[in-house]
């Protein structure tokens, strides 16, 4: 519903904001995992939110109560990037081993074989229909899964799917392009500012991007920035800071709401 913001930081909390509390102060804070938390998602519904790290552990939270639901805990992975599927039922993992692993929810285990990549895997996403699976590795490699497409790209940022499932933003060479995911041909492209950018998102009609930038000590700032964009020409529109040290930042469903850790 777009009114809350999700965020992991260094020191292992995972803290939840309201978009529209005029104070700015976390609404919750959830602490689990035993070193730093890499991956954070919300469900479809926006009532749940999971958290994966660098501790192994896969946490699933219910927002309404503030309770975890259930973890899974894997000591083989370290997991950087975590993902709910369309109808909310299953789950995927995927960090520094190479795999993609797969969890349902509602059995609360993984389902075999987990996907194999030649390199640790960056970031990795479920397409709209559930169907797919579109991950990009640390060589530079995206893959979508079922369909065999593979495309060499740069060192990605973490990927995401319009809500139609047609494009997909990525950062490289100075340069934020818009690609088609069945091909990842260019749709359209503009200037990355400085600082860098180190992740992507749309909003719920898929007409904005929002853009987290890391601090530029160089230029004076040390804080971060999440940016509003136009997704078609990059125009900027509103813009936040803000200090904590963040590593992820996730939309609630209807766009009101952002989450950073």
């Known amino acids: 519903d777009d009114r809350e913001l999700a965020a992991a930081s260094f020191d292992k909390a995972v803290r939840v904001w309201d978009l529209d509390s005029p104070d700015r102060e976390p609404r919750r804070e959830f602490r689990a995992h035993s070193a730093l938390a890499l991956g954070l998602a919300y469900s479809s519904d926006g009532q749940r939110l999971a958290t994966a790290g660098g501790d192994g552990l896969l946490a699933l939270w ?4 503030s309770r975890q639901v259930f973890a899974f805990r894997d000591t083989l ?9 369309p109808d909310g039922q299953l789950l995927l993992t995927a960090g520094f081993d190479s795999e993609v692993r797969i969890w349902n929810i509602g059995s609360r285990k993984m389902k075999p074989p987990p996907l194999k990549d030649n390199a640790n895997v960056a970031s990795a996403v479920f397409s709209p229909d559930g169907r797919r699976i ?3 590795n640390w060589s530079g490699v995206a893959r979508l ?3 065999g497409l593979e495309s060499n790209l740069p060192p990605p940022t973490d990927l995401v799917f319009s809500p139609d499932g047609s494009r997909c933003p ?6 934020i392009q818009v690609k088609l995911a069945l091909t990842l041909g260019t749709l359209s ?3 990355a500012t400085n600082p860098p950018i180190s992740e992507t998102l749309f909003n719920r009609d898929g007409t904005r991007l929002v853009t987290l930038c890391e601090p530029s000590p160089q230029a004076g700032s040390i804080n971060r920035r999440a940016q509003l ?3 078609a020409t990059g125009r900027p529109h509103s813009a936040f800071e803000y200090e904590p040290q963040l590593t992820h930042t996730c939309l609630a469903p209807a766009g009101d709401r952002l989450a950073a850790f």
Request: hydrophobic residues 50%.
């Open 145 to 147: 899964w079922d369909l």
């Open 170 to 175: 990525v950062v490289t060479n100075g340069e």
């Open 62 to 65: 219910d927002l309404t109560s």
């Open 134 to 136: 579109l991950t990009v």
């Open 77 to 85: 992975a370290v997991a950087f990037c975590v993902c709910f599927s």
């Open 229 to 231: 964009r136009d997704a």
């Open 189 to 191: 492209s503009f200037p």
